[in-house]
């Protein structure tokens, strides 16, 4: 029996004018991802992709691992192809689906007629395939309400497909089609999830990492590279820059408030990252930030750091709790590396009692006497970048 696997674009159907090339992009992202498992042939009509193997080897379950992880895909599943014949339907139903029905005890099925010219309408089809289906597996009975599976027949232009159940999708937008940002990424929980949660809305990701040695040590930039290999597994490879901030924390400590240590680590940072990005192409700076979480993260701080950028600061876990980022965190497999005790260096220079609400330059007074350019300058001219998979 041949088969192929289906996929339904979801919140692509909505794009008017521009589905195609939402769907192209998407497309485009699941070939790269499938490439090593051989050759397929790739179709799409009536909001739905169709995957066909042209050769015998082909792995379908590391395929559907692999799909799982595209942006832009609602839902998936394996079918087998029927000819558009109720015959050729009956035949190969209990066939294809014995494996998964010898496991279950009730069953449904629903069919979607989209070709009208059919000659049995929907609750025939139904009728038809849920008796020869009772007829071959005695153990089963049907239950419409809340059965352990639902048997789906198909029948669209060219064929009919029978599946059974769906896999859900990673949802969101095909990376690519919303442009290119880049991260400012520490090491703990919240910023590989405000990464991850970007990407799922279709941008290309860059990511910058500030290092500052000997304060901190090489297990905590390979945490870092760790975190950012679990987020690429759904965003693609991702360029990071690691950038030596060292002298930078070195010079505010002996030229500024310590209150205010955090305030111009952090506006440094924002200043860096933001030349980094337009070297990059990026249009954007992507934070982890919620709001009140921590010291630098109240409304009056985040204003002091988003005053020395004239790109967008965008912040996806800005209303979200702690609770929140951590399910997410988990869902992606970055919890475990993000909780290892290796301090950033966020954490190296944390003042006793940060200023929280500063006013309008403050900051400003407060870092007056670093020679902000030249730091800047020496920090970009010792960036080492990395690309991670």
């Known amino acids: 029996m041949k088969e192929i696997i289906l996929i339904k674009d979801g919140e692509l159907s909505l794009k008017g004018l521009n589905r195609c090339n939402f769907e192209d992009k998407m497309i485009s992202n699941i070939k790269r991802r499938l490439k090593s498992l051989g050759e397929i042939k790739i179709t799409k009509a009536q909001s739905t992709i169709y ?10 379950e590391e395929a559907l691992n692999r799909i799982k992880l595209v942006f832009g895909v609602a839902a998936f599943s394996r079918a087998c192809v029927c000819n558009k014949d109720m015959d050729d339907i009956l035949l190969k139903a209990p066939m294809y689906l014995a494996h998964t029905l010898n496991k279950i005890k009730t069953f449904k099925v629903e069919a979607k007629r989209s070709d009208k010219s059919f000659p049995f309408k929907s609750p025939e089809i139904c009728r038809e395939v849920g008796a020869e289906i009772l007829k071959n597996f005695s153990h089963l009975s049907v239950d419409v309400h809340n059965p352990d599976e639902i048997i789906t027949v198909e029948v ?21 089609t919303s442009g290119r940002a880049e991260v400012l990424i520490s090491g703990g929980i919240d910023s590989p999830v405000a990464a991850w949660t970007m990407a799922k809305r279709g941008l290309i990701l860059n990511a910058i990492h500030f290092a500052s040695p000997p304060y901190t040590s090489p297990r905590a930039e390979q945490k870092v590279k760790t975190l950012l290999s679990k987020v690429a597994k759904y965003s693609g490879t ?76 965008l912040r996806p876990l800005i209303g979200m709790d702690k609770e929140e980022i951590i399910k997410i965190s988990k869902q992606i497999d970055a919890f475990e590396t993000s909780i290892l005790p290796y301090e950033d260096c966020c954490t190296v220079f944390t003042p006793k009692h940060p200023h929280t609400r500063p006013k309008a330059g403050q900051c400003e007074a407060a870092e007056a006497k670093l020679d902000i350019e030249k730091l800047i300058e020496n920090a970009i001219s010792g960036i080492e970048y990395s690309y991670i998979d």
């Open 51 to 60: 995957i066909e193997p042209l050769s015998e080897d082909f792995d379908f």
């Open 156 to 176: 669209r232009d060219y064929s009919a497909y029978i599946r059974a159940g769906q896999i859900h999708g990673a949802g969101g937008l095909p990376i690519g």
């Open 238 to 313: 991702i360029k990071l820059a690691i950038v030596p901030f060292t002298e930078i924390q070195e010079e505010i400590g002996k030229c500024c408030p310590e209150d205010y240590f955090t305030l111009i680590m952090r506006r440094m940072m924002m200043r860096i990252s933001q030349r980094v990005a337009q070297s990059d192409g990026c249009s954007a700076l992507i934070t982890g930030e919620s709001l009140g979480q921590v010291a630098s993260q109240t409304l009056p701080a985040i204003a002091s750091t988003d005053g020395v950028c004239s790109m967008p600061v």
